[in-house]
């Protein structure tokens, strides 16, 4: 249950009653608005879920009492809070330049792929090598 720091008082109990019973009647429907709307990024959706219940809390003075499409207004209030959420991650991307001077040195770098096997055909013949000198057998 939010708390009074996060909006609303809490004080004589109707804004905590109207966020219940919104919450008891739309929190199924909204998280599957919620997932619905991530696509691949359905891992999101309890905490974008959480996040929208909150921003419901703190804008429940904006929701009529007569409203009739409350669902419709819960959804506006998520759809603000994953753009929100999408345009956060965004400013964290880092671009890189694979094109800068260093670029040469990737493109000497040998592949993974090709150490592991560089690695194992090493073992592989110290093995040998061990195995026939143990044996006194010249190489």
Excluded: C
């Excluded at 493109?107 to 110290?126: N, S």
């Amino acid at each position: 249950m939010p708390d009074a720091s996060a909006g609303q008082p809490l004080g004589g109990g109707e804004n905590e009653a109207r966020f219940e019973s919104l919450h008891t009647l739309y929190a199924r429907r909204l998280r599957a608005y919620i997932a619905a709307r991530l696509g691949v990024r359905f891992h999101l959706t309890d905490d974008l879920a959480q996040d929208t219940w909150i921003e419901v809390w703190r804008s429940l003075h904006l929701l009529r009492a007569d409203e009739t499409e409350t669902f419709g207004w819960l959804a506006s209030v998520a759809r603000r809070v994953i753009t929100h959420h999408v345009r956060r991650e965004r400013s964290r991307e880092v671009a890189v330049d694979f094109g800068g001077p260093h670029a040469r040195l990737l493109a000497k770098a040998p592949a993974a792929e090709d150490v592991a096997m560089a690695r194992a055909t090493t073992r592989a013949v110290v093995e040998v090598l061990v195995r026939t000198s143990a044996l006194g057998v010249a190489a």
